[in-house]
């Protein structure tokens, strides 16, 4: 059997070295392909990180009513340290508010016009879980000494719907590349089934099974797919090294984005996903060919 | 005019090689490639096929390999009924069957013994077996020294043996033969047809579709003689009879054909 199984790949890879310039125009253009695919896939995996981290870093942000006593804000503050679901209750004062926001601010001439300061205290709550953070806003919504709870759920919600249009987007496109991908490689083992018709006839006369004729050819393809994915891989590995050590440490914006990939299950998919793509195209072309005679 | 095909699974041992009842194939509507034809091979007989080009040879032949459907009729071939296959079971009646073309249909990149080693391969052999079969069928053909050759660099007649050795190489029951000489000068067409006739004394079923007048003459075998795709002639010992070729009036009576002198048995 493994004599036969030589003989095949071996045949696979006459067809590829005949067949040259065609088989370079199906590798690359897999490549293209999957390389879109791919961007999309990392711009769909890091959002996604962004959005199932983000309300893990949430904070709830409890104003206190005007009226309500320091007493009352530290006794709820001491009240929340205890809850199970909440990893720091912090009381940031009025007065504390109040000098960090002047400090900060840029338009300290119009704040200096206030008398008094209008600040609330504050409670700022850091919780485990982000069912936590909704269930613990929600309860401290319903206190009466608590004025205003804010909780970055509109945030959250944002992300989420950014999310999802990049996912459609994403899933659409790459199955219309897929398909593309696919029928550019189905008609390159066309050319190989014709340029090798004569082998096939004489293969179909001394009697091979169709499965045995088809092997090489779907080799052939999935080689090109396979290879198409390699090179997308390697291109995008190559931009997002240049990304996190060029780009990411100088731009302030981004350098809050963590880039997490498992890189060598990336490559896999790129690679896997080029071979079945390359597959289903050499499939494609066979059933017509083969059946023909 | 409807031909009822009776459904028969398979026939006893002592059937008949090949039998075809009448078959009829038809490419389009007016136009029949073979009309009405029943004929009968037994197992080790030679046969030439002869008449004229589209008189039905080529069909006839290509019927055998389950590379063209009757459209009415049962084909026979070693118990079997060619005309209702299934495509799954093509491959296996291939393997029995051996065919050689008028145009050789050596691959043309690959060296002689690797030609004649393609048809093991095809089919699953490798190794020693596959060495031991390959140098066997070249040295039946007396390619032993030219294996390692491309069929560019050998004669016509060379790459026909080649040919003929692929044929053979996986020892198949029938040996096919479509106009095996017509692109081969006289002397190595006779050649051809020895080494055709020696094959056949192994036992080996022969039959050989042609128009070379002087090879069938020369031979005195089997003539089955084909014209518009009836059977007109079916001779036992016969010769082409030219006059086939030029008129298209009934054939002379059998007294007029001057019978075979030489009376070959094998």
């Known amino acids: 059997m493994f004599g036969s199984l030589f003989f095949l790949i071996r045949e696979a890879w006459l067809n590829l070295r005949r067949q040259g310039l065609m088989a370079v125009a199906c590798v690359s253009t897999s490549a293209i392909a999957l390389l879109i695919l791919g961007v999309f896939f990392l711009i769909g995996t890091q959002l996604y990180r962004v959005v199932d981290g983000a309300p893990r870093q949430m904070e709830i942000h409890a104003f206190m009513r005007e009226g309500a006593t320091r007493a009352q804000a530290t006794a709820l503050q001491e ?4 809850m199970p679901g909440v990893a720091v209750a912090r009381l940031v004062t009025r007065e504390q508010a109040w000098t960090e926001f002047r400090q900060k601010s840029s338009f300290k001439d119009v704040l200096d016009g206030f008398k008094e300061n209008p600040l609330p205290d504050m409670l700022r709550i850091v919780t485990t879980t982000p069912e936590e953070t909704l269930r613990l806003a929600d309860w401290v919504r319903s206190l009466p000494e608590v004025d205003h709870v804010n909780e970055g759920k509109e945030v959250v919600r944002q992300l989420l719907t950014i999310y999802n249009v990049i996912r459609t987007a994403g899933v659409v496109l790459a199955v219309l590349l897929g398909l593309g991908t696919a029928a550019i490689i189905s008609n390159a083992i066309r050319m190989t089934l014709f340029a090798r018709r004569r082998d096939i006839r004489v293969m179909q006369l001394v009697g091979a099974t169709n499965s045995f004729i ?3 050819f779907l080799l052939e393809g999935m080689a090109e797919g396979a290879l198409g994915g390699g090179i997308a891989s390697g291109l995008l590995l190559a931009a997002l090294h240049y990304y996190t050590t060029r780009v990411q440490p100088t731009v302030p914006v981004v350098n809050q984005f963590e880039l997490d990939l498992n890189r060598l299950l990336f490559v896999g ?25 | 005019m409807i031909t009822v095909t009776k459904p028969q699974a398979s026939r ?8 075809l009842i009448g078959v009829t194939v038809r490419h389009r509507e007016q136009n029949l490639a073979l009309d009405d034809v029943s004929v009968r091979v037994e197992r080790g007989e030679y046969v030439f096929i002869v008449g004229q080009t589209g008189s039905g040879k080529s069909s006839l032949l290509r019927l055998l390999i389950h590379e063209l459907r009757p459209t009415a009729g049962e084909v026979w071939v070693d118990g079997e009924n060619v005309a209702t296959l299934k495509p799954r079971h093509i491959p296996q009646l291939r393997r029995k069957i051996g065919f050689v073309f008028q145009d050789f249909r050596l691959l043309p990149e690959r060296t002689l013994e690797e030609n004649v080693a393609f048809a093991l391969r095809v089919i699953g052999i490798h190794g020693k077996e596959l060495r031991r079969r390959t140098f066997e069928a070249l040295e039946r053909v007396g390619l032993m020294s030219k294996g390692k050759m491309y069929p560019h660099q050998v004669s016509g007649g060379e790459q026909q043996r ?5 044929a053979i190489v996986n020892t198949p029951g029938l040996l096919l033969a479509d106009e095996p000489t017509g692109n081969l000068d006289p002397m190595t067409s006779l050649e051809i047809m020895e080494l055709l006739e020696q094959i056949n004394r192994s036992g080996t079923t022969v039959l050989v579709a042609t128009h070379d007048q002087q090879i069938v003459d020369a031979m005195c075998k089997r003539v089955v003689q084909l014209e518009s795709g009836r059977i007109v002639r079916d001779e036992a010992r016969g010769r082409y009879s030219v006059s086939r070729l030029l008129t298209t009036t009934p054939p002379p009576p059998p007294t007029e054909v001057e019978p075979c002198s030489v009376v070959s048995s094998s």
């Open chain 1, 79 to 82: 009240r929340l340290e205890d």
């Open chain 1, 269 to 293: 998919i790129l690679v896997g996903g080029g071979a079945v793509l390359g597959m289903v195209g050499s499939l494609l072309s066979m059933r017509k060919f083969l059946h023909a005679t």
């Open chain 1, 214 to 216: 088809r092997f090489p």
């Open chain 2, 12 to 19: 006893p041992e002592s059937a008949p090689l090949i039998e």
């Open chain 2, 162 to 166: 080649a040919a003929v050795a692929r």
